[in-house]
Each structure stands twice: as C-alpha cells, then as structure tokens.
C-alpha cells in the first residue's frame, strides 16, 4: 500500500509552527507504537475491551505484600492474553513515527515527549527527554523514593524477594516500574509534565486518545493558554476540536513527512 499523502496545507502549516517554535513537546499514545506491533488497550480491538481491565487492586497488593506481588509475577500462572502482550512488547521494534520524534529532538526543535506508553521505543529510537508516565517496561521503580533503575543495573533475585532500594535511609520494596491499574502515577513524572506543559509553545499529540487522565489534561492546559496544537491520528480524538492543525493519518507515515517540511524551514 502507497503511504498516504497528509494534507499538504495543513502539513506546512504544522510545520512552520514547529519550526518557529522555541519549547515544542509532544505528548504520545498507544497509537505511535501500533505500527511496531504493540497491541493496543482500549478501543473497539483494545486488549482491556477483549479481556477486562486488570483488577486494580496490584499496587495495594504490593505495598501490603511484596514478596508475594513478585513471587505471582515470576512463578505465577498469566493469562495468555497477557502473556501474548507481554511477548509482543519485547519483540517490538521503533517505526518511523518513534525515529522521526528522536530527529527533531536531535534538530533541537522538539524539547520534550510525554509518552503513555510503557514499550521503550522512544528510548530505542533515540529520544532522550522523555517522561514515561506509565513506566517502562524494562525498568524497576522505588515507590518510596522514586528511583528508578534499568532492569540491568538492579538485579532481582528470585530467592530474596521482594528486592529492596539501595538508596541509603529509603528500605522501600522495588517494584517493576510500569504503573499497574490502580498506581498513582509517579510524583516525579508529574511535576516533569507540568513544567514542559508550562515551557510549551506548541503542544503535538500523536496517537493518543486522550481520554486518560492526568495526561489528558496537559494539551488542554496548554490550549487554554492558547498555545497551537498539531494533533496527528487516523481518527478524530476527544482533543480535535481544541487542535489548532490536524494532520490525519497513522503517525508513522506522518510525522516523517513532517520532519522533512521542519528541517526544509530550518536555517541551513
Ligand atoms: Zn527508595
């Protein structure tokens, strides 16, 4: 199939905010990471719509019990939805849409991606300002200080569980860094998001619904602000009538094309 041509007005239009921009962000869903094969969750085809959502107690079931929260993790049985995530999750590679992202942060005109996903392909595509708001799949956590560690750098050892935080004065339980269904979502993280929100002066959504909260929030803070949005989807979002440009199409296709126009505004 020929990549669909996204609507050349809006394109320009798109891309010269960007590149007259001084602090843009950008705020990614499920949506960027379709195109690599990661399932989505909600929606018509989403894995919570075909399975249920996760009973939210996990985070509760942690904290009052963390030996027990990691030893059904490594030993317990998964439901084979679950585990056909989880093995889709680690086999996905970036697309496009996640390399096309990592090269306008590195043309120095994108300062910083919001993600709710959990996949780690910003990461794998080169994106370096990121907040993962949801966590990252190859990552640990401390929900007592906050620290976070590449699963390389903090090794879980099934015959001492739960593992605990290093950090000197904490002795919190670690726990995986992916924020399960009833988790706040980091303090950290959420300070980051505001403070970009507060620095933003054009504002891109790519594959996001933008239906869960807080993120949801922060386009339309920023909007209030009368800061532009780029939304880029195939459908229509619960944030289109606030978008400034609409680009429709799947992010992969689009936002290297959109990369293309910003780099041809750029001084040489
Ligand atoms: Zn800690």
């Known amino acids: 199939?020929?990549?669909?041509?996204?609507?050349?007005?809006?394109?320009?239009?798109?891309?010269?905010l960007l590149a007259s921009s001084s602090h843009a962000i950008a705020l990614t869903g499920?949506?960027?990471?379709?195109?690599?094969?990661?399932?989505?969750?909600?929606?018509?085809?989403?894995?919570?719509?075909k399975?249920?959502?996760?009973?939210?107690?996990?985070?509760e079931r942690f904290m009052s019990d963390p030996e027990g929260w990691w030893k059904e993790r490594l030993f317990g049985e998964r439901d084979p939805d679950i585990?056909?995530?989880?093995?889709?999750?680690?086999a996905a590679k970036p697309n496009p849409g996640h390399y096309a992202m990592a090269e306008l942060e590195a043309l120095g005109v994108l300062r910083h991606v919001i993600t709710q996903n959990g996949d780690?392909?910003?990461?794998?595509?080169?994106?370096?300002?990121?907040?993962?708001?949801?966590?990252?799949i190859y990552w640990l956590r401390c929900p007592g200080c906050g620290l976070r560690w590449h699963e390389d750098d903090l090794v879980v050892d099934p015959e001492a569980l739960p593992p605990w935080c290093p950090e000197p004065g904490c002795g919190s339980p670690v726990k995986t860094d992916s924020v399960g269904f009833g988790e706040p979502v980091p303090r950290a993280h959420?300070?980051?998001?505001?403070?970009?929100?507060?620095?933003?002066?054009?504002?891109?959504?790519?594959?996001t619904s933008a239906v869960v909260y807080p993120v949801a929030y922060y386009p339309q803070l920023a909007a209030q602000r009368g800061v532009p949005l780029i939304e880029i989807d195939p459908e229509p979002t619960a944030l289109s009538d606030w978008a400034t440009v609409i680009l429709r199409g799947p992010s992969g296709e689009v936002l290297p094309q959109l990369v293309e126009?910003?780099?041809?505004?750029?001084?040489a």
């Open 1 to 16: 199939m020929a990549p669909m041509t996204v609507d050349a007005e809006a394109l320009a239009r798109a891309a010269d």
């Open 30 to 49: 499920a949506g960027v990471s379709h195109e690599s094969g990661v399932p989505t969750f909600r929606g018509k085809s989403g894995l919570w719509t």
């Open 51 to 59: 399975i249920g959502e996760p009973r939210s107690d996990g985070f």
């Open 83 to 90: 585990q056909d995530l989880m093995d889709k999750l680690h």
């Open 120 to 136: 780690d392909l910003h990461r794998q595509a080169g994106t370096t300002s990121l907040t993962e708001v949801h966590g990252n």
């Open 190 to 207: 959420l300070q980051r998001c505001e403070l970009e929100t507060d620095r933003a002066d054009v504002f891109m959504l790519a594959g």
């Open 261 to 267: 126009a910003v780099r041809e505004r750029l001084p």
